[in-house]
Every structure is written in structure tokens, then in C-alpha cells.
């Protein structure tokens, strides 16, 4: 898109805000600053090419990795047999193949704010659940691993938010309200700390609480009885540097019918 297109798109913006009545200072701001974002130079003083940083980056894959690793690739053509799930957040400085140099078909990713794992819904969370079913189901993973990490803005959203009735978000409210429960705890246990601490704390509250939330998909438990199955909690603190991995242990047991 050229620039001419950012401008004309930013006129017809302004002009339907101008429309409604609705473009007060804060809205006018905002707006400013969306165009200078669009317009943003590299370093170089040049604009920022979008589409060519894409396409020289799969050159870059394709010559460096895909050309060299003939054999790799050609085993992934006929399918994946990953051994791991991972539930990482969607946060762009964790990556869990870069974080973790997971090579392709290693690790089934799911990715969504606040790495969260909703409670078995087959209507409210069905994304999530289609993605937990086929991993544990048709690939046959041996470990799901939920990764949390630090400075995440859905966990902080989590600890700000005011759940009070009002809202302010179309989903972001509601989706990380799943980690509720790691917020009433942490709450309970480090109340009146700085918003800094405690959203550090939730950071790994919320990555057990989606493994609690795990134990009610039915085959997540069954793989758990069998000893097919391995959950494990991680935690990339991408600001020192370090990587935390727990497991948690559960007492379950085989179903028993009389």
C-alpha cells in the first residue's frame, strides 16, 4: 500500500468520525498518531517496506534452512508427529520456536493472549479445544506445556481490569477472565504489593490454572491415567533471561465401573 492509500484511508477515517460527531481531542490524537506510525522511517530514513522484509525473510529460510535440511523437510511432507504441545502467548518478543529452538514438526503451537487455557466448552472455547483434541487425540502428543512469561499485557489486563459490570474491550475482558482464579490468589496472598509484583506473580499463577483447566478436557485425564501424557508449566523471563520449567503433580486414578 502506498502512501497515497494511507492518506486516502485516513481522510475517509476522519470524515466518518467528523460524521458521527464523534472526533473530540483524544480521537484527533489518536488518529495523528496512527499516520505517523504508518509513515514510520527505517533507520536508513527510508519507509518502512513490509512486504519486502517478508519476502526477504523466506528467501533468507528457504536458502539457509529449507535448501540445507533436504532430508528434514522432505519427512515433513509426508506429516508431523510432534512431541510436544505448547501453549505460548501471542506476545511478539516470545516466540516458543525461537525461544526454545524448537525445529519444525518438534511442537504443536497454540498462541493466544495470556497463554491462557479456557475450561472444557465445546461451545464458548471451541478453538482452543479443537486444537488441545487434535494435538492430544490424532497427533499423540507426550507433553503439553503451557508458557507464561514476564511483562504480559493480557496479565496485566487481568490484574487492572475492574470486572465491575462494565466493560471496555470486545474480548480481552472476557478472555483472560480465565485466569481469575490465579488472581484471587495472588491477591490474596501479596494484596497491597506494587502492580509490577503482583503481575509478575499472576504471570506463573495463571500458567497453573490453565493446567488445572487442562484436567477437564476427558482425554487430557485419560492420557494423564495412562501415562501417555505429561503437563508442564514454563515461564520465559525474557527481561533477565532465564527459563523456568515445573511439572504438577495430580492424583488421578482409572474410572471405575460396578
Known amino acids: 500500500m502506498g502512501n497515497k492509500s494511507y492518506e486516502e484511508a485516513i481522510e475517509a ?12 481531542a483524544t480521537a484527533a490524537a489518536k488518529v495523528d498518531q496512527i499516520t ?13 517496506d513490509s512486504v519486502g522484509r517478508l519476502k526477504e525473510g523466506f528467501i533468507h529460510f528457504k536458502k539457509e534452512k529449507y535448501e540445507k535440511n533436504p532430508a528434514l523437510y522432505a519427512e515433513l511432507a509426508k506429516g508431523q508427529s510432534p512431541k510436544y504441545m505448547i501453549v505460548a502467548c501471542s506476545d511478539s518478543r516470545v516466540c516458543p520456536s525461537h525461544v526454545l529452538d524448537i525445529q519444525p514438526g518438534e511442537a504443536f503451537v497454540v498462541r493466544n493472549v ?10 464458548k472455547y471451541s478453538g482452543t479445544g479443537s486444537a488441545i483434541e487434535y494435538a492430544v487425540l490424532h497427533l499423540k ?14 496479565i ?37 504489593q506494587p502492580l509490577g509484583v503482583l503481575c509478575t506473580h ?8 490453565s493446567l488445572g ?8 485425564r485419560n492420557g ?28 488421578l486414578s482409572s474410572s471405575l465401573s460396578v
Not at 36 to 44: N, P
Not at 213 to 220: A, G
Open 13 to 24: 477515517l476522519k470524515k466518518l468520525l467528523n460524521e458521527k460527531g464523534e472526533l473530540k
Open 36 to 48: 505517523a506510525e504508518l509513515k514510520t522511517a527505517s533507520s536508513d530514513g527510508k519507509p518502512f
Open 114 to 123: 495470556a497463554n491462557m487455557v479456557p475450561p472444557h466448552d465445546q461451545t
Open 141 to 154: 502428543v507426550q507433553e503439553i506445556v503451557v508458557i507464561g512469561h514476564s511483562a504480559c499485557g493480557g
Open 156 to 192: 496485566k489486563g487481568l490484574m487492572s481490569f475492574p470486572y465491575d459490570g462494565s466493560t471496555s474491550t470486545d474480548f480481552i475482558e472476557d478472555w483472560v477472565k480465565i485466569g481469575m482464579p490465579a488472581r484471587t490468589k495472588v491477591q490474596g496472598e501479596h494484596g497491597g
Open 202 to 209: 499472576c504471570e506463573k499463577e495463571a500458567v497453573n490454572v
Open 213 to 220: 483447566n487442562l484436567l477437564s478436557y476427558p482425554f487430557v
Open 224 to 251: 494423564l491415567v495412562n501415562k501417555t501424557l505429561a503437563l508442564k508449566g514454563g515461564y520465559y523471563d525474557f527481561v533477565n533471561g532465564s527459563f523456568e520449567l515445573w511439572s504438577l503433580q495430580y492424583g
